[in-house]
């Protein structure tokens, strides 16, 4: 019988107002977990878009995390499970990287480049809940954005995990 559920994961913090030390979005929260994309861009999505990124599995995720974070690890870092019908992940939008998609060393917040405008689209036409993209640093692995906006993303299940990245990594 095949799987009715399929997994997707993400390494991340809580974000903790720095002048009271109130928590503004819990890590596994998935209605504001967007808002870190939106604030500073990425490779699929430009500034002001919320999306989050996922992994199809935990080491996917902690690579992705360690060369966004090349000086130190984060602190206080915890894994999100996020458990999801199979179908979507069966159903989620692949799209033709453009020429220069896998590029170093780009300010993603400056301008928008030819992978953020397709990411940009989907969010946009809000068709489908997830938008399936390769990985630069596994090439054969497969990073997720999750639209926030999308009706389906209120069904999803979530649940935190300690995580404790190697201090070899760094």
């Known amino acids: 019988m095949a799987a009715r559920t399929a997994t997707l994961w993400r390494l991340a913090q809580d ?7 109130a928590l503004l979005c819990a890590a596994e929260d998935l209605a504001c977990a967007g808002n870190g994309a939106a604030a500073v861009g990425g490779r699929w999505n430009s500034v002001g878009r ?3 990124y996922l992994a199809d599995s935990l080491a996917l995720a902690q690579l992705e995390k360690r ?11 915890v894994a999100v499970e996020v458990t999801l019908p199979a179908a979507a992940v069966l159903e989620a939008e692949t799209l033709v990287p453009p020429v220069g998609w896998d590029m170093d060393n780009v300010d993603w917040s400056v301008g928008r480049t030819p992978s953020q ?6 969010v946009e036409r ?4 997830l938008l399936r993209v390769p990985s630069v640093v596994v090439p054969v692995g497969w990073n997720y954005l999750l639209n926030p906006s999308h009706p389906d993303a209120r069904r999803l299940r979530t649940r935190r995990l300690p ?8």
């Open 15 to 21: 974000w903790i107002d720095l002048d009271t030390g």
């Open 50 to 52: 919320p999306v989050i």
């Open 67 to 77: 060369v966004h974070t090349p000086l130190r690890p984060p602190r206080e870092l």
């Open 163 to 170: 995580y404790r990245p190697d201090a070899r990594l760094w």
């Open 126 to 129: 809000n068709d489908t809940l």
């Open 117 to 122: 405008h397709l990411g940009d689209d989907w």
